[in-house]
């Protein structure tokens, strides 16, 4: 079994031709005429998303998309089976796009819609694919050129079928640039022996297990035991791995294997189903990040539907008078909750989970994980390490009982042996997955957290109070620093940041890459 | 006309590929043959196929004209790689330059002639950009002065 992977070129010509600039013969100058290209043609395949998607019935839509987000994950995630292949290349854009088909489908599901056919045909999910790609590749490469503009200024393009298929035309020193980029965002943490210090370490899964008894009722061994009991009671006696059921059926179902009580399933539910009727849903604006109602952040998919069964839903099934009398409908696969579990967790721990801190309730204990995560786990593995070589270190917030004007500095750390004082700054960032997200790391950075400008005062307050933190080691550690000592600043995250690729005013490393460069310092 | 007397090598773009924006065929050839330019110079001969049957000259059909613009963008050496030999009337130079000019002026058709007249500021700029897509594969691979010039009168001689 394969996933629809077919890419229509055609479709891809057609937008080329449509976006690229009428009065430019075959190739185009100027970052900003590059970017406004890859815009336009964004537009263009939206716009094709939605004719297209306008088909059909949106219900069999959302359940088209679910069967291939849940092929698209097993090839991802390189799953052993003989069942699914795929190509590896196209899974994040499988995975990611059909998402996106979900949330544009649940929400045309519950307006006036009208559609030609009930059910998607082979060349219409092979064109949403193609579109798909389409609109992923104009968003990266957008992205990439509006956040990295300064440092990709001979962007050009030049015009062929095979346009979407690769990188803008750069010079020699941006190409390097821009591959270093895409390398590292392409880069995954290995957490084999430091597991400890990933975000779903032990101790902020019980931050987090503790967090879902008191707001939800359920707990994380509790969400084992539906996805086993999903497994063993439902997907192995359907043989099917995707379980499509009323949603009252579903719960008894459920209570029944699992002898969990109804009320904790149902509010599972509420938490890991994306549901149009859920208090907190808004109707989006797809291109407004604000927009923190994704499918991504949800397991499954509760529906509305009160006809049209056949649409997600075999002609014997849509027949049974329980689906009949029935009003909502789950769509739920065992691998994409097992997978949602541990996103769930690593995303509340690393501040993603936008959605949920807007609710007031959630406000304070998310944060409470959140800062237990960098303070007690993330700052105190780096300091470890750097205590692990013989550094000296504390961290800095006050002197002489006053808040210091630049802001608590992480760590500062002193060796002998290197007669150096490192300033270390801990970030627990997002790990970053695309441009988009690399977008939100520089902006972060540069812009919206100011991390950067932030991260300099402190320099410059260590620099120009060097006599202050001198006394500070004197007293704390009885160390006399001397009056030579080297002062090096480091910006340490958990995950790759791609920073250091692009900041070079001081070193920025993730923490296992920290590790290496004072081994080696001290070699 | 056989085509086969004037050694070509002959591309055939079908009506099916041009209703369907289809360029995977016609371009992975046009790729390889600007890999291999010496091979190819002077070989080629591309053939619009499926409207014989169409009252309308090719210049005419709007999607001929969308597929032949795209395909130009693309590939824009025509000039270096297209026969010069076959007669203008055959020419796909002929076709390409009637398709890709803006059509200023279509007369009425009388005992099966018309009078056809394109934008001159869209063949001017069609004859010298082509030429200099030709110059950058003829000065890559020193070609002598007197063969460009020769090329370009006999190629000035079909497009004008």
Redesign the interface.
């Known amino acids: 079994m394969t996933p629809y992977q077919k890419i229509n070129?055609?479709i891809f010509?057609?937008v080329?031709?449509n976006a690229?600039p009428e009065k430019v013969?075959?190739r185009l100058l100027n970052i900003e005429n590059v970017k406004s290209f890859y815009n336009a043609s964004y537009k263009d395949f939206e716009k094709q998303l939605h004719s297209e998607l306008n088909k059909y019935h949106p219900a069999s839509w959302i359940l088209e998309a679910y069967k291939q987000i849940e092929l698209w994950t097993v090839i991802y995630y390189e799953i052993k089976t003989d069942q699914i292949s795929g190509s590896i290349q196209l899974a994040p854009i499988g995975r990611y796009g059909w998402r996106y088909v979900i949330e544009v489908s649940i929400e045309r599901l519950n307006t006036n819609f009208s559609f030609s056919s009930l059910k998607p045909t082979e060349e219409s999910m092979n064109n949403v694919l193609t579109i798909l790609a389409g609109m992923y590749i104009s968003s990266e490469y957008s992205n990439y050129l509006h956040f990295l503009d300064k440092r990709l200024q001979s962007a050009q393009l030049v015009?062929?079928?095979?346009l979407f298929m690769g990188d803008p035309l750069l010079s020699e020193s941006e190409k390097l640039f821009f591959n270093r980029i895409k390398d590292s965002i392409s880069s995954e943490t290995d957490w084999t022996g430091v597991e400890h210090v990933s975000p779903n370490n032990d101790l902020t899964k019980n931050k987090v297990n503790e967090l879902l008894i008191n707001n939800f009722s359920i707990s994380i061994d509790e969400i084992h035991l539906i996805i086993t009991s999903i497994i063993n009671g439902i997907s192995s006696i359907t043989n099917a791995s995707i379980t499509v059921q009323p949603l009252d059926d579903f719960v008894d179902l459920i209570n029944i294997i699992s002898r969990l009580s109804k009320e904790k399933i149902i509010s599972f539910i509420n938490l890991a189903f994306l549901n149009y009727k859920n208090p907190q849903y808004q109707s989006r604006d797809f291109l407004r990040k604000s927009q923190q109602i994704r499918m991504l952040h949800f397991a499954g998919v509760l529906l509305t539907l009160e006809n049209n069964y056949n649409s997600i839903y075999d002609d014997y099934s849509a027949k049974r008078p329980d689906v009949l009398s029935a009003q909502h409908h789950i769509i739920i696969s065992p691998t994409l909750l097992a997978e949602w579990l541990d996103m769930f967790i690593i995303k509340l721990v690393l501040g993603q989970r936008t959605d949920l801190k807007q609710i007031e309730s959630l406000k304070k204990p998310i944060a409470d994980i959140e800062s237990f995560y960098r303070i007690n786990i993330f700052e105190s593995e780096v300091k470890k390490i750097m205590e692990g070589f013989n550094f000296k270190c504390f961290n800095l917030k006050k002197v002489n009982g006053k808040d210091i004007d630049c802001g608590e500095i992480d760590i500062i750390g002193f060796s002998t042996k290197l007669n150096a004082i490192y300033i270390v700054e801990c970030k627990a960032l997002s790990p970053i997955i695309d441009a988009r997200s690399l977008g939100q790391v520089v902006n972060d950075h540069y812009i919206q957290k100011k991390y950067h400008a932030k991260f300099l005062k402190k320099i410059k307050w260590i620099k120009d109070n060097l006599d202050v933190v001198k006394l500070l080691f004197q007293e704390r550690f009885n160390i006399a620093i001397p009056s030579d000592v080297l002062i090096n600043p480091f910006f340490v995250t958990v995950t790759d940041s791609t920073l250091d690729i692009i900041e070079d005013s001081y070193n920025i490393f993730t923490f296992y890459g920290f590790k290496n460069y004072i081994s080696n310092e001290l070699r | 006309m056989n085509l086969d007397d004037y050694g070509l090598i002959n591309l055939v773009i079908a009506k099916e590929e041009i209703e369907s924006f289809d360029f995977g065929e016609i371009y992975n050839f046009l790729l390889s043959a600007k890999d291999n330019p010496k091979t190819y110079y002077n070989k080629l001969n591309i053939i619009v196929y499926g409207y014989d049957n169409d009252n309308r000259e090719l210049y005419e059909i709007s999607e001929v004209r969308t597929y032949l613009d795209f395909l130009d963008k693309s590939f824009p050496y025509w000039f270096y790689f297209i026969n010069l030999d076959i007669p203008k009337s055959h020419s796909f130079l002929s076709v390409l330059i009637t398709c890709l000019c803006k059509l200023e002026f279509i007369g009425p058709d009388v005992n099966g002639t018309k009078t056809v007249e394109f934008s001159i500021e869209d063949q001017k700029n069609f004859i010298l950009n082509h030429f200099g897509f030709m110059n950058e594969i003829m000065d890559q691979h020193n070609y002598p002065e007197k063969e460009i010039k020769r090329r370009s009168q006999l190629i000035l001689k079909i497009v004008t």
């Open positions: 070129f055609s010509s057609k080329i031709y690229w013969f075959n015009f062929s079928p095979r």
